[in-house]
T-cell receptor, first 113, second 118 residues
């Protein structure tokens, strides 16, 4: 069965630290990959997505992610986090003909000022 | 563009009553909408896929007679929680796919509905 795993459940960083959140999926065919963010008390927002082309994808608010097909990974990165990045981050995959999004369990990021 | 609304944003009801939640795509047509449930500090759990003009497809373990889904138009899907009980209290989120967009597999999310059953 298709699955998505996010390695870090809780991450605590200081402002200006670099961030990398891991995401791995299990599916051997064509995938669409997404990172969503949920700020406290707010609804889900799309950070970035990968459908095809350049595997290094740039999203909003300085986030980027790299699709490494050989590693089945789509890790999220930001070189310097801010307190306002405190949120829940979800990786999701849409695989093959399956129209459903398969979700990771999420990573809770807390950035200390 | 690609805005999804939900109504109501929060609702409190008595045990045994039914609650209807609406999900609307405001500026695009959506042949497919999805209903999720999210528990505090947890990920989204897909409940069902709502298809315009046909029956919804429910995920394993989701009671279709309890969670009634209707997708009568290209911009509206409704989720009715029938005979609600306290264990149905949760955050319900819908999403929609733009039927004509090139990024067909992208889902746009509504703000969610907080249901509390007393």
């Amino acid at each position: 069965a298709q699955s998505v795993s996010q390695h870090n459940h809780h991450v605590i960083l200081s402002e200006a630290a670099s961030l990398e959140l891991g995401c791995n999926y299990s599916y051997g065919g064509t995938v669409n990959l997404f990172w969503y963010v949920q700020y406290p008390g707010q609804h889900l927002q799309l950070l970035l997505k990968y459908f095809s082309g350049d595997p290094l994808v740039k999203g909003i608010k300085g986030f980027e992610a790299e699709f490494i097909k050989s590693k089945f990974s789509f890790n999220l990165r930001k070189p310097s986090v801010q307190w306002s990045d405190t949120a829940e981050y979800f990786c999701a995959v849409n695989a093959g003909n399956n129209r459903k999004l398969i979700w990771g369990l999420g990573t809770s990021l807390a950035v200390n000022p | 563009g690609a805005v999804v609304s939900q109504h109501p944003s929060w609702v409190i009801c008595k045990s045994g009553t039914s609650v209807k939640i609406e999900c609307r795509s405001l500026d695009f047509q959506a042949t497919t909408m999805f209903w999720y449930r999210q528990f505090p500090k947890q990920s989204l759990m897909l409940m069902a896929t709502s298809n315009e003009g046909s029956k919804a497809t429910y995920e394993q373990g989701v009671e279709k007679d309890k969670f009634l889904i209707n997708h009568a138009s290209l911009t509206l899907s409704t989720l009715t929680v029938t005979s609600a009980h306290p264990e149905d209290s949760s955050f319900y989120i819908c999403s929609a796919r733009d039927s004509r967009a090139s990024s067909y597999n992208e889902q746009f999310f509504g703000p969610g509905t907080r249901l509390t059953v007393l």
